[in-house]
């Protein structure tokens, strides 16, 4: 069964605390790995795609990373507004059509 | 471009009424998928399409059924609503397999 496991459920830091984000993914084929960001009461926002081992995509203060049973969400000295909750989610090589979501991570930054 | 359109941002059913939320993108993709949201639960995926004329289910369809007859449109009924079916319904559209999804901002149901 494909799953996803974030962690940890929250974390808050102060302002300029860089810190990291884990996905950890058990699926039969992997075709992607997502991260979202969801801001209270709207949709999730696409940030990145990963689609092997090794990738790294980056942007602003946000790098994702992607081994073959995890992936890391760093964040380089956050800013209030970086406050939002976390998602990743795998699409499997077999029923690509879906995506499969971890709960996610709650991260609040303090001024 | 306005990407994913939902509508109605918020509703309240009471039980055994039916009603269809609206899910309306204009990128042309050809994936759309409606996902439910619960606390603890993380996004379930309910049903999806591949292309007009193309459905098929997903983890948690009981008490549903969608159509796809245009590209644009993906829209989701609730047959007889039950309390478990309150929840924050999203509907997400991608150009192909491998593709990032584009969310809509969310329907909030509660069925009283």
């Known amino acids: 069964e494909d799953q996803v496991t974030q962690s940890p459920e929250a974390l808050r830091l102060q302002e300029g605390e860089s810190s990291s984000l884990n996905c950890s993914y058990t699926?039969?084929?992997?075709?992607?790995l997502f991260w979202y960001r969801q801001d209270p009461g709207k949709g999730p926002e696409f940030l990145f795609t990963?689609?092997?081992a090794g990738e790294e995509k980056e942007k602003e203060r946000l790098k994702a990373t992607l081994t073959k049973k995890e992936s890391f969400l760093h964040i380089t000295a956050p800013k209030p507004e970086d406050s939002a909750t976390y998602l990743c989610a795998v699409q499997p090589s077999q029923g690509a059509q879906k995506l499969v979501f971890g709960q996610g991570t709650r991260l609040t930054i303090n001024p | 471009n306005a990407g994913v359109t939902q509508t109605p941002k918020f509703q309240v059913l009471k039980t055994g009424q039916s009603m269809t939320l609206q899910c309306a993108q204009d990128?042309?993709?050809?994936?759309m998928s409606w996902y439910r949201q619960d606390p603890g639960m993380g996004l379930r995926l309910i049903h999806y399409?591949?292309?007009?004329?193309i459905t098929d289910q997903g983890e948690v369809p009981n008490g549903y059924n969608v159509s796809r007859s245009t590209t644009e449109d993906f829209p989701l009924r609730l047959l007889s609503a039950a309390p478990s079916q309150t929840s924050v319904y999203f509907c997400a559209s991608s150009w192909g397999q491998g593709g990032g999804y584009t969310f809509g901002s969310g329907t909030r149901l509660t069925v009283v």
């Open positions: 990963l689609y092997s």
């Open positions: 399409s591949v292309g007009a004329g």
């Open positions: 990128m042309n993709h050809e994936y």
């Open positions: 699926v039969s084929g992997l075709r992607g």
